[in-house]
């Protein structure tokens, strides 16, 4: 079981990214997907989840109408395109297989500052 997340780098705030997830080692489409983050100071946020088969991603209060998670299961990616991102969401992000606690990859880090 591998996730590699990448698309992080430092942005203005106001601007955009797209974070990928490259999943593989499990059947990805039968599989729940999570963005979390892990804050400057540590803390652990839930962000997004896409379900297997859903076509309706839930999103934390703090990025909704601002994020969009996105699925090929056919590439075995997840997606997570960020706008109007803000300094607070400065942090590593990070896709779960199954929940915001299961296994994970390296994380890639976004870092949002004028």
Known sequence: VQLVE?????VQPGGSLRLSCVASGFDF?????????????KEFDWVSTLR???DSPRYATAVEGRFTMSRDNAKNTAYLQMTRLQP??????FCSKDSMWG?????TQ?????
Do not use: F, K, N
């Not at 990448?6 to 430092?10: I, Q, R």
């Not at 489409?29 to 100071?41: C, K």
């Open 103 to 107: 296994r994970h990859g390296q994380g």
């Open 29 to 41: 489409a039968s599989t729940t997907i999570v963005w979390h983050r892990q804050t400057p100071e």
């Open 110 to 114: 976004v870092t949002v500052s004028p």
């Open 52 to 54: 297997a088969g859903d």
């Open 88 to 93: 607070e969401d400065t942090a590593m992000y």
């Open 6 to 10: 990448s698309g992080g780098g430092l």
